[in-house]
């Protein structure tokens, strides 16, 4: 345990890059895995997560090494060509890492032990379990469809069309990445769109893709399996999702303005920017580009008030991650603002919908909490704070509440900040540097 406390923070200003974009990341290792030749991966999150997925592949036998300017290099052995674990693949507390790894595993003919931390041995996995075994793999977990579970890969696998009875890009991943290595066409049917970036970087990689419209206004997206895919320079935008504490940061503490540079700009992520943007944020998305198949761009994010807003459910996947963050804008802004279509929430790193009421109420702001949804009294402007925030292992619970602090009267205090590790090395180094007061209890630095 790390607690850390967040006090008042003074203007930030300056030029930002945050860390490379972490599903993009996990995916960009497992294709290039699947790839032959060399892949040189530029501007991989080196966080604690993605790192599970490096060890997870050298334990499947893929040779991945450390090169010049903090790039990567990794020799793909083929679709199909990974080999039998000797040991447990541990995903520490990533659930799309363990998630898209046992569907590219449930088309390797081999048996692999799959596990966890606490956050991850809580969450359910039956999700991918279902469409996995319509493929031929084998999935068995403990009660609750828990980690740890056994994957028992097929070696005559049967292409499928499922229609994803939740909006999970996960889900979506775990089955196309299975599609891989399985002849024939795999299907995926998506009532709402979700995150893209598998189908692009398969795509960018050089394997066939299909997407198009099925009836009832889904999309269906289709891999034409057993592919050449081809080692290529792949390079990773910054994470959109880490980037927004720190545009929240900039938003709440009056004379802010930051430039965050080159972030993930695929519109299937940017949700929460558009709903502040409603919510009157200054915002403005600068020197658009594309890298990879993927749109990035620089935003500059100015101090502003914001106001309240109603969040309708069908914002929820371009935007799932954010709710940690968005609960503090809301916080800070003039109106009751109404959180739509959250029960996922409860199955993320921790039961977020709850922590965020918790920690909302420690900092002195009311909140209303149901099955799957939150109202938030804002303050317009300035935030109580001074309480203790409970983490539960969660990276995002703690980033957003340490945004909070910098935007309130008094300091809050996070029970744990060890697991901002996972998703955003340098987090408070970072926010420090541009005009933060984030401090390790006890240290007074
Ligand atoms: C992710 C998909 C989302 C998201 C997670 C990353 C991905 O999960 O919450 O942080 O990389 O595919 P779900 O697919 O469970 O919605």
């Not at 039998?84 to 693949?89: A, I, T």
């Not at 999935?139 to 890969?153: D, I, N, Q």
């Not at 050449?228 to 994470?239: A, M, N, Q, T, V």
């Not at 203790?388 to 945004?403: E, P």
């Amino acid at each position: 345990m790390q607690p850390l406390q967040s006090a008042t923070a003074d203007p930030l200003h300056g030029l930002v890059s945050v860390p490379g974009d972490k599903s993009i990341s996990h995916r960009a290792l497992l294709l290039a895995a699947m790839a032959v030749g060399e892949t040189e991966i530029e501007g991989l999150l080196e966080g604690e997560d993605v790192l599970r997925t490096v060890t997870a592949l050298r334990a499947l036998g893929v040779e991945i090494t450390e090169a010049a300017g903090g790039k990567r290099r990794l020799y793909g052995v083929g679709v199909g060509g990974l080999a039998e674990p000797d040991g447990v693949l541990d995903f520490g507390n990533s659930g799309t890492g363990v998630r898209l790894m046992a569907g590219l595993l449930a088309t390797h003919p081999f048996t692999s032990v799959l596990t966890g931390d606490a956050s991850l041995r809580r969450r359910p996995m039956a999700r991918i379990i279902t469409p996995l075994e319509q493929m031929g793999a084998r999935l068995l977990a403990r009660a609750g469809s828990r980690l740890p579970m056994t994957v028992e890969g097929t070696a005559e696998p049967i292409p499928i069309s499922y229609r994803l009875p939740l909006p999970s890009a996960q889900v979506k991943s775990a089955i196309l990445l299975a599609g891989l290595n399985t002849p024939g066409r795999t299907t995926v049917v998506e009532p709402i769109a979700t995150r893209d970036h598998t189908e692009r970087l398969l795509t960018y990689l050089g394997a066939r893709v299909e997407v198009s419209d099925a009836p009832e206004g889904d999309r269906a997206i289709e891999v034409v399996g057993q592919p050449e895919l081809k080692g290529k320079k792949i390079s990773i935008p910054s994470d959109p999702s880490s980037a927004a504490f720190l545009a929240v940061a900039a938003l709440l503490v009056p004379d802010s303005e930051i430039t965050l540079t080159r972030i993930g700009a695929n519109r299937l992520r940017t949700g929460f920017y558009l709903t502040l943007a409603k919510m009157g944020a200054a915002l403005d998305w600068q020197k658009k580009d594309e890298e990879c198949g993927e749109p990035v761009a620089d935003l500059n994010v100015k101090a502003s008030s914001l106001s309240a807003i109603e969040v309708p459910a069908a914002w929820v996947p371009s935007m799932i991650d954010e709710y940690p963050i968005l609960a503090v804008a809301a916080a800070a802004a003039e109106g009751t603002t109404v959180l739509n279509g959250l029960a996922e929430l409860r199955v993320k790193e921790s039961d977020r919908l709850a922590a965020i009421a918790q920690g909302l109420r420690a900092s002195g702001v009311e909140v209303e909490e149901s099955e799957d949804r939150l109202v938030i009294q804002g303050h317009g402007g300035r935030l109580p704070g001074g309480g203790t925030v409970r983490t539960h292992l969660d990276h995002r619970i703690a980033m957003a509440f340490l945004v909070l602090g910098m935007a309130s009267e008094r300091a809050v205090r996070i029970d744990d900040g060890s697991m901002i590790e996972t998703s955003f090395p340098g987090f408070v180094d970072l926010v420090n540097g541009l005009g933060g007061r984030i401090m390790k209890e006890g240290s007074g630095a």
